[in-house]
């Protein structure tokens, strides 16, 4: 098994070298950068700008250099230092700005990712075993809807109601005399019941789709000759459906880690600007915005990185439970 994670680790070093080239092409580009905004900005503030000054600033952010020896230096720094670089916007580096937002970006998702499993695998069971029952259409309607719409029109229409019948604003992830207090247990008490909303919002299309894969794997495993052997011999039915079909059936969503994960992240990202969370979300729309190129680089390369984490963590978890993969993948 170790043999196994070493050559899969090993495997992704050309991966995040590659990631980390495409990443930083695409967020050079869109046509200009923040410097010209910034001194178009200074302009329309009837300030004048002198050429000594436009290249003092250029020399300040790195754009006189090269694109590929700003890479260079870009990379170099995270792997050195682990130094992501200098938000333009903010004048701050980039770590100070996102680590806290991406902090709660990642309980968010987490916890989003375990109210996905929690709910579809118990429903996808239930469906499978009880197919085309009223529940069973009850819950393909609701997977069909979730799939369907996407999150942050979910998420207006459940602010747009609540704040009808109550008067109530549900956005934020605190009451505003907590936004910039210190962390305590306050705060942290504030925030929970907050995360609600968000939590179903962003996970309810991830439910709905590990729904359909659920219940189409185990009705697949039900209809197995092994399955219906061991029904005819007697095998009482609980220990019968848990001991292989269901085993089975789970097994492939495994493998949706690797997408389910970063696809939370990025679907929070839009959810987050309808209900103003304190995420990462709205500072990723605004670095876009200004082009601030090391702090839309960094979250960009955040998310792929997730991503090749979820993949990895995927082939992991599917060599532990099939031991067939793991001796077939060192062996290519």
């Known amino acids: 098994m170790l043999n196994y994670i070493s050559y899969r680790v090993l495997q992704l070093i050309p991966l ?12 050079q580009l869109p046509p200009g950068d923040f ?11 009837g300030t004048a700008v002198s050429e000594s000054t436009v290249i003092n600033l250029q020399q300040q952010y790195g754009l006189d250099k090269t694109l590929i020896v700003q890479y260079i230096i870009w990379v170099k720094n995270i792997l050195m230092h682990g130094d992501l670089g200098r938000s333009f916007q903010w004048n701050l580096p ?39 029952s009223v529940l069973d259409y009850v819950f393909t309607f609701i997977g069909f809807i979730g799939l369907a719409m996407p999150g942050f029109l979910i998420a207006l229409i459940i602010v747009y109601f609540i704040f ?30 907050r995360l609600i909303i968000p939590v179903v919002v962003i996970g309810m299309s991830g439910t709905a789709s590990l729904i359909r894969i659920t219940r189409g794997m185990l ?27 269901v085993r089975l059936a789970i097994n492939p969503l495994i493998s949706t880690i690797g997408w389910t994960l970063p696809a939370l992240i990025s679907g929070e990202a839009i959810v987050s600007i309808v209900l103003n969370l304190q995420t990462t979300g709205p500072m990723l729309l605004k670095a876009l915005m200004f082009q601030d190129i090391y ?17 990895l963590l995927s082939d992991i978890l599917l060599a532990f439970v099939d031991p067939r993969i793991r001796f077939g993948g060192v062996g290519e």
């Open 35 to 45: 410097l010209t905004q910034y001194i178009a900005q200074i302009k329309l503030n």
């Open 219 to 245: 009705l697949d495993e039900l209809s197995k000759q092994y399955v219906i052997t061991a029904r005819a011999k007697g095998v009482p039915e609980g220990k019968l459906l848990f001991k292989y079909p």
């Open 16 to 27: 995040l070298i590659a990631i980390s080239i495409i990443v930083f092409v695409i967020i």
């Open 94 to 132: 980039v770590a100070d700005v996102i680590a806290p937002r991406l902090a709660l970006t990642v309980i968010i998702s987490l916890i989003s990712l375990i109210f996905v499993w929690v709910i579809a695998i118990p429903i996808g069971i239930y469906s499978a075993t009880h197919q085309y």
């Open 164 to 193: 009808a019948q109550t008067g109530v604003s549900i956005t934020g992830l605190f009451s505003p005399e907590f936004v910039d207090a210190p962390w305590n247990m306050a705060k942290i008490m504030n925030m929970l019941p």
């Open 295 to 311: 702090l839309t680089g960094s979250f960009l390369l955040i998310l792929s990185v997730m991503t090749v984490i979820g993949t």
